[in-house]
């Protein structure tokens, strides 16, 4: 399966991928008609989904609190951009949960990126955030979402009805819990540069080790 990275650089980079991630959707997310996301960002012209790409780009770096965040990872294959991973949590201190969102544009759908993308998302997730658990909904006519989730453990956590564009949408709720993470096969992941900003994620600093003299 041919790697995949997810990355968020510096500003002059986040300017490029966020173009990038506009024309990536401009040409395809989801097949006519279909409905997979609880907003229907990807569901208009291409000019209106390029549109609504940059706008949520912009709304959610200005919305980031420490407490209630939602992170947009570019997905690159080759050095091109082929689409989005998005993990959030909110007051994840408290409710040790996350949840895992992701896009790709069509042109790059099932070819396995998914399931890259995913098992990233889940590392930073338990292994960096240091969650219990993970969440992930997807749309009843959203198989590929689904299976994905099937792969690494998630299991049945009921069926949610939202009103989407006018149109009533069943979503199907799925849960990962950090024990069942553990026992699935793990994908290599490599995190660069999570210790320099974790304090941005709700998660306090590892303390600095101490030299400890014991006088007797």
Known sequence: MAAVRCDLEDFAAEMFESFAWAQVAADGVVPPGAVHFPQPWASGTPEQTARNIVQNHWWTRGDWREDNWRLLLAVFRDGQVIGQQNPSTRDV???????????????????????????????LAFACLGTERVTSTASADNAASRHVSEKFGYEPNGLRRLAVDQHLVE??????????????????TLVKGFDECQHLFGVPAAPEPLDVVLHV
């Open 93 to 123: 201190r408290i409710t040790r949960e996350a949840r895992t969102g992701f896009w790709l544009g069509r042109r790059f759908q099932g070819r396995g990126f998914g399931t890259q993308m995913r098992a990233a998302a889940l590392h």
């Open 171 to 188: 979503a199907h709720e799925a849960i990962l819990t950090v024990e069942r993470w553990h026992g699935q096969p793990q994908q290599p």
